[in-house]
């Protein structure tokens, strides 16, 4: 019954600021990392950010660093993505998964076992 489910994309303005939710269910979410990653049109797949569980160790990839903040709320078993000045190259569908329990590659897809479904983000004007 494990599931991930990404909410708040949608068509943003370039400079907007959205905040992506994803929502855990079956399992608890406090005892994992979790990762967001993207995939723009014609693009592979890329590791956006990550969140250790407990929130103590926290990485971005180089593009983002400084617009987006990745958080979590465990009470509520949803990780976020507050994205800041967004710029055309941030569209992409916007994915959440969870990190295993083993390995250091953090923006490594294969690292990730169970995936959610996705959310669009389309910036333009």
């Known amino acids: 019954q494990l599931q991930l489910v990404e909410s708040g994309g949608g068509l943003v303005q370039p400079g907007g600021s959205p905040r992506l939710s994803c929502a855990a269910s079956g399992f608890s979410l406090r005892d994992y990392g979790i990762g967001w990653f993207r995939q723009a049109p014609g693009k592979e797949r890329e590791g956006v950010s990550y969140?250790?569980?407990?929130?103590?160790?926290?990485k971005y990839t180089d593009s983002v660093k400084g617009r987006f903040t990745i958080s979590r709320d465990n009470a509520e078993n949803t990780v976020y993505l507050q994205m800041n000045s967004l710029k055309p190259e941030d569209t992409g569908v916007y994915y959440c998964?969870?990190?295993?329990?083993?390995?250091?590659?953090?923006?490594?897809?294969?690292?990730?076992?169970?995936w959610g479904q996705g959310t669009q983000v389309t910036v333009s004007s």
């Open positions: 998964a969870r990190k295993v329990l083993y390995g250091s590659e953090y923006f490594e897809a294969s690292k990730y076992d169970y």
């Open positions: 969140i250790s569980n407990g929130a103590l160790f926290i």
